[in-house]
């Protein structure tokens, strides 16, 4: 079976400081991982995905994540927070078969401090 | 392209009564997974329906049920509503072969049901 970890409840930074989120997994063979945001009363949004390829993923607004294989980690990174990129960050991973079961992390609040 | 339509968003319901939820997705996309969304127990999921079948089904009682329509649109059902129930629903659709993709999930904005 396929999980997530978020070790952290809640991220604060300043706006304008580096922002990490961190994530770490287990699947059975290869993973596909994913990184959400979810705004308050709103449905998930993706941010991006890694399947295959280089280890760093760009994806919307700003926002990277690294894939490490040997520490099965997938951390969401952003260079410069900002006020509005505080929301709730979902962490999700899939086996690369057979149907879309995402397992999802419990979610880091992500607080940007003006 | 509309995106992944949840009706209603928002319900009111007593113990015992029973809900139908209702899920249109981004049009071509034929699978459709539901999940339940609680403070407590975060994301789970629920099912996943691909071409009117349903391909996988997460840990929930037997209580909440779920279809796939002909034209990919999917509803699902809780009877005999809990307080425990309450809970966002989230639907979310993805542009699927019939072996799983690459694609990300696209989710809809929720259904939050209140049992009372």
């Known amino acids: 079976a396929q999980s997530v970890a978020q070790p952290e409840d809640q991220v604060k930074v300043a706006e304008g400081n580096p922002l990490t989120v961190k994530c770490t997994y287990s699947v059975s063979g290869n993973p596909y991982l994913f990184w959400y945001v979810q705004y308050p009363n709103r449905g998930l949004q993706f941010l991006l995905k890694y399947i295959t390829g280089d280890n760093l993923v760009k994806g919307s607004y700003g926002f990277e994540a690294e894939f490490n294989k040997s520490q099965t980690s997938f951390h969401l990174k952003k260079p410069s927070a900002l006020v509005s990129d505080s929301a709730l960050y979902f962490c999700?991973?899939?086996?690369?078969?057979?149907?879309?079961?995402?397992?999802f992390g419990k979610g880091n609040q992500v607080v940007v401090i003006p | 392209k509309a995106g992944v339509t949840q009706t209603p968003r928002y319900l009111i319901k007593t113990r015992g009564q029973q809900v139908t939820l209702s899920c249109s997705p981004i049009?071509?996309?034929?699978?459709v997974s539901w999940y339940q969304q609680t403070p407590g127990q975060g994301l789970q999921f629920l099912f996943e329906?691909?071409?009117?079948?349903?391909?996988n089904k997460g840990n929930f009682p037997g209580r909440f049920s779920g279809r796939q329509f002909s034209n990919s649109r999917s509803e699902m059902n809780v009877s005999t509503l809990e307080l425990g129930d309450s809970a966002l629903y989230l639907c979310a659709s993805s542009n699927d072969l019939n072996r799983g993709s690459t694609g990300e999930l696209f989710f809809g904005e929720g259904s939050r049901l209140t049992v009372l």
């Open positions: 329906y691909f071409s009117e079948t349903q391909r």
């Open positions: 049009s071509g996309h034929r699978s």
């Open positions: 999700a991973v899939r086996r690369s078969y057979g149907n879309n079961r995402l397992a």
